[in-house]
């Protein structure tokens, strides 16, 4: 297999970065895993706490253990919560993952063709 369909599969299906680090680019493949890293953390964090919330409601009795009403309460939650920033970090996760496939494929296409 070459470096190429290597670098692209462990970008496309491992985490945006990792492509970049097996072609020995430490510095560009650090800079998509922190990206990514950070936006996931923003991501999870923000559901974590929402989810928090609501058992906390849920254990004080201010919520009755019905279905349908934590359902609305995670959907208005979710309206309600920082959306500009979810979407930031979503935008920078997929451009992020994006980046990592088509970087590891060219800087994998140079070297392949340094090599033969």
């Not at 599969?9 to 650090?30: E, N, R, V």
């Not at 979710?78 to 800087?107: F, R």
């Amino acid at each position: 297999m070459k470096k190429t369909t290597k670098a692209v599969l462990l970008s496309a299906l491992l985490f945006p970065g990792a492509g970049h680090l097996f072609l020995k680019k430490y510095i560009f493949g650090l800079v998509l895993i922190i990206a990514g890293v950070t936006a996931l953390y923003v991501l999870v964090s923000n559901v974590v706490e929402k989810a928090l919330e609501i058992v906390d409601q849920a254990q004080r009795g201010e919520v009755p253990p019905d279905i349908t009403i934590i359902t609305e309460l995670v959907l208005k939650q979710a309206a309600e919560s920082d959306v500009q920033a979810l979407n930031i970090a979503t935008a920078t996760l997929i451009v992020a993952w994006l980046v990592g496939i088509v970087g590891s494929y060219l800087v994998g296409r140079v070297q392949d063709k340094a090599v033969s």
